[in-house]
T-cell receptor, first 112, second 115 residues
């Protein structure tokens, strides 16, 4: 089944403790992206990647890092999480930049 | 920069009634347009997309949308809704620049279908 897999689905952590949210797609898509969803703000792009080793900032990149060492994986790294990063995070991929996305099921992160 | 406006934050509608969810965008260049649906505790799922060609686009679950360039709109419609259509719907616009298409989402419209 064609899908984007995110892990974990739920995560509660403490301020400052580094964490990684994994994202993997099995569709050989070139384009991958991370979004956060907050009430009243919709989805805001954090980072995107157009191919292996090609990444760039979205609208809200502060406090986040990404890497794209393999085509299928696009992990999101929070080096020192803070409470304002409590949110619902989505990874998404598409065949080409501008095509419709396939989304993962989301990761609900709480930073206390 | 492009922007997307979803004019209604919530739309209640009775089961089997028609519904229209409104979306307007602003962009000075050609765009791609999308509608996504998000069911509770799930990710977003692509309903339909307009890339080019016919301005009336049909999607999954009986939904359709019409691209109106002069009014910069891409409203989503369904002639008869079902309880299972209760969800949040997001309009999105994609604008190209130098090989990269930036996708901007609206803030969503919650569709509540009343039995």
């Amino acid at each position: 089944e064609a899908q984007v897999t995110q892990n974990p689905r739920y995560l509660i952590t403490v301020t400052g403790k580094k964490l990684t949210v994994t994202c993997s797609q099995n569709m050989n898509h070139e384009y991958m992206s991370w979004y956060r969803q907050d009430p009243g703000l919709g989805l805001r792009q954090i980072y995107y990647s157009m191919n292996v080793e090609v990444t760039d900032k979205g609208d809200v990149p502060e406090g986040y890092k990404v890497s794209r060492k393999e085509k299928r994986n696009f992990p999101l790294i929070l080096e020192s999480p803070s409470p304002n990063q409590t949110s619902l995070y989505f990874c998404a991929s598409s065949l080409f930049s501008g095509d419709g996305y396939t989304f993962g099921s989301g990761t609900r992160l709480t930073v206390v | 920069a492009q922007s997307v406006t979803q004019l209604d934050s919530q739309v209640p509608v009775f089961e089997e009634a028609p519904v229209e969810l409104r979306c307007n965008y602003s962009s000075s260049v050609s765009v791609y347009l999308f509608w996504y649906v998000q069911y509770p505790n799930q990710g977003l799922q692509l309903l339909l997309k307009y890339l080019s060609g016919s301005t009336l686009v049909k999607g999954i679950n009986g939904f359709e949308a019409e691209f109106n360039k002069s009014q910069t709109s891409f409203h989503l419609r369904k002639p008869s809704v079902h309880i299972s259509d209760t969800a949040e719907y997001f309009c999105a616009v994609s604008v190209g620049a130098g090989g990269y298409q930036k996708v901007t989402f609206g803030i969503g419209t919650k569709l509540q279908v009343i039995p």
